[in-house]
């Protein structure tokens, strides 16, 4: 599948080459992050933060493995009633623990959320800094071989989106 994206993004840059010619360069934004203090600053922050939510969350199952274990050992000799409360107390704190492990590490949780107070502004810096550089020296296209080559930066004048939509009559 990758290489159909990058043949697909090198047959897109040669036939703008063969309409036009275009200036174009390529990044490594990966290279660049790792590079800026402020980067490494928030990703640091951000592991510990991970470690400390994880060793939370780890503490309250070790909790709920501890109490199934003593309610398996102690099963034989309980009333229904009990069995049925120490099953619910069991049930409450696993769920407790899957909760905050969502809340933490799940789809825009806590971790997310962090991630974007602390590395966004470094990525924003970094698209500013490369679309000056590109404007500065007349480069058209910016490509960004970090995890495949996608398109960081385009010159807004050859976004023809616009003339799409007219041809399809939206426009």
Same mark, same amino acid.
């Given at each position: /599948?990758?290489?159909?994206?990058?043949?697909?993004?090198?047959?897109?840059?040669?036939?703008?080459?063969?309409?036009?010619?275009?200036?174009?360069?390529?990044?490594?934004?990966?290279?660049?992050?790792?590079?800026?203090?402020?980067?490494?600053?928030?990703?640091?922050?951000?592991?510990?933060?991970?470690?400390?939510?994880?060793?939370?969350?780890?503490?309250?199952?070790?909790?709920?493995?501890?109490?199934?274990?003593?309610?398996?050992?102690?099963?034989? /000799?309980?009333?229904?009633?009990?069995?049925?409360?120490?099953?619910?107390?069991? /049930?409450?704190?696993?769920?407790?623990?899957?909760?905050?492990?969502?809340?933490?590490?799940?789809?825009?949780?806590?971790?997310?959320?962090?991630?974007?107070?602390?590395?966004?502004?470094?990525?924003?810096?970094?698209?500013?800094?490369?679309?000056?550089?590109?404007?500065?020296?007349?480069?058209?296209?910016?490509?960004?071989?970090?995890?495949?080559?996608?398109?960081?930066?385009?010159?807004?004048?050859?976004? &023809?989106?616009?003339?799409?939509? &007219?041809?399809?009559?939206?426009?």
């Amino acid at each position: /599948m990758k290489k159909y994206r990058l043949l697909f993004v090198l047959l897109l840059v040669a036939s703008s080459f063969t309409s036009q010619a275009q200036k174009y360069c390529i990044i490594d934004s990966k290279y660049i992050l790792e590079k800026l203090n402020d980067y490494k600053n928030a990703q640091a922050s951000l592991d510990n933060l991970s470690k400390l939510w994880q060793a939370d969350i780890d503490t309250k199952m070790q909790e709920v493995d501890r109490l199934y274990k003593t309610y398996q050992a102690e099963k034989a /000799m309980l009333s229904d009633e009990m069995r049925k409360k120490r099953e619910d107390e069991i /049930m409450t704190k696993e769920k407790a623990a899957k909760d905050l492990q969502k809340t933490r590490f799940g789809y825009e949780g806590d971790l997310f959320k962090k991630r974007q107070e602390l590395v966004k502004p470094v990525q924003d810096k970094v698209y500013n800094a490369v679309q000056k550089m590109a404007q500065s020296r007349g480069y058209e296209i910016v490509l960004d071989k970090a995890g495949g080559i996608t398109l960081f930066y385009a010159d807004p004048k050859l976004d &023809k989106s616009d003339d799409v939509l &007219k041809l399809l009559g939206t426009k």
